[in-house]
């Protein structure tokens, strides 16, 4: 029986997820020309979408078998402007300018936290397991100060002038140390969960939609701000707790 002969990929295939990557990083450019222009919900949705853009380019490459080691740090490198500098440009300019010194502090240490988060990655991605991140991500980081810009408008006028700018420094403080930190985050890259319950996890999808579909500038944050909050409360009580049984297993067995 002859064998089929493998038909040579065009060499324009490619330069397809690269493509996806750059045009995440012309979003990142898209919205801190916004933010000069102080357009700061354009410069949070051009967030979004490049955020968008970073989903894509790995699923294009995976699609098309063109992944390479070239596209892992090209995809590195746009993820540090969209999701580093862009998100700090915008946060300063919007609220952390008036604190001086520490909120320019405060932006710089999320682009610096953010580009050891990604070198972290890069270098422990081989060896650690892909169904948590070590660490917030910075995608996710990014996300969150962008939602938190469209979600401002739902906060009462006198409340927003006295605690949304604290609130967004301290919010940038914490983002910054939770993405070098050791906390455990869902990667939602193994689908053990939807593969058993098929029905209920599709429903369960399709009302997440519905919902955020109905109003997204206000659930786009508390979504985001729920993911930020799952990462510490599954690492202290359920890694915990199953690491302290492993302990009483161990030592149950020794003695």
């Known amino acids: 029986m002859a064998k089929e002969k493998r038909i040579p990929k065009h060499k324009g295939v490619y330069i397809l997820p690269n493509l996806v990557t750059i045009s995440s ?35 294009v490459a995976r699609l098309t078998g063109t992944s390479s080691e070239f596209g892992v ?37 999320l682009i610096a936290c953010g580009a050891l988060r990604l070198a972290r990655f890069n270098v422990q991605a081989a060896t650690t397991s892909k169904a948590h991140f070590i660490g917030l991500p910075i995608p996710a980081a990014g996300c969150t100060l962008a939602t938190l810009v469209l979600f401002a408008p739902f906060i009462p006028v006198n409340i927003a002038q006295v605690v949304l700018p604290m ?28 593969k058993a ?46 690491s302290s049984k492993l302990l009483g297993k161990s030592s149950k067995e020794l003695s």
């Open 25 to 59: 990083l012309f979003c990142g450019f898209l919205a801190m020309n916004w933010v000069v222009d102080g357009q700061y919900e354009l410069s949070a949705v051009a967030i979004l979408v490049s955020c968008l853009f970073d989903g894509l380019d790995g699923k």
């Open 73 to 109: 740090q090209l995809d590195s490198l746009a993820d540090v402007v969209a999701f580093g500098v862009t998100p700090a440009f915008m946060v300063y300019h919007w609220q952390l300018q008036q604190f001086g010194r520490l909120g320019m502090l405060a932006a710089f240490l």
């Open 167 to 194: 609130f967004t420094l301290v919010l940038v403080y914490c983002l910054s140390f939770l993405m070098v930190s050791s906390v455990r985050y869902n990667s939602f890259k193994e689908f053990g969960m939807f």
């Open 197 to 242: 319950h098929p029905f209920s996890s599709m429903v369960t999808v399709i009302v997440l939609c519905a919902m955020v579909a109905s109003q997204p500038k206000f659930l786009g944050f508390i979504i985001f701000a729920g993911y930020l909050v799952s990462g510490p409360i599954y690492t202290v009580f359920f890694l915990s707790r199953r």
